[in-house]
């Protein structure tokens, strides 16, 4: 599958990210933020490993990826590097048990923008099995997004420095 950025033509960060299925990608990232857009909800399911099987539109919309590149890609094409590895861990420690988890989300677009999203992950559990996983996500709290950023950097600080 081809999870190609093209480079963009205004100020970037360059990133070399290898996902957990090996998958090796250049990342490009921008200062440019997309604004979630009032009254919306993004909503995604994904199979055990993460691979998304179904999008709503809103969130074609907001990734910038087509439909036809986001069905059957990892999950992870909207990890933004400025998110620590620790809320991936926690997110996935958590749905593995069955758990809801609950996080806000630095996600990155397909043109290196980003947005950010509050984001709820409930486990799919059929005849007591784990299925798979749905995601909804809202418009987050600017003040919340204030206050973890700081963390998050400190996070990325610390997960950089252990490298």
Not at 76 to 99: C, E, N
Request: hydrophobic share 35%.
């Amino acid at each position: 599958m081809n999870l190609t950025m093209k480079e963009p033509e205004i100020a970037h960060r360059t990133f070399e990210l290898t996902h957990f299925d090996g998958v090796k990608r250049t990342v490009y990232c921008t200062d440019v933020e997309t604004q979630f857009p009032d009254g919306c909800l993004i909503t995604s399911t994904t199979d055990l490993n993460g691979y998304i099987t179904h999008a709503n539109e809103i969130f074609v919309k907001m990734s910038g990826w087509d439909r036809e590149e986001l069905m059957g890609a990892g999950h992870y094409i909207l990890r933004h590097p400025d998110m620590p590895s620790v809320a991936f861990k926690d997110l996935w420690d958590t749905v593995q048990t069955g758990q809801k988890w609950h996080g806000y989300v630095k996600n990155l677009r397909k043109d290196g923008g980003f947005y950010w999203v509050y984001a709820t992950v409930i486990p799919n559990i059929r005849d007591g099995e784990i299925r798979g996983y749905t995601s909804v996500r809202r418009k987050p709290s600017p003040s919340k997004i204030a206050e973890l950023q700081s963390i998050y950097q400190d996070l990325i600080k610390a997960e950089r420095a252990q490298r």
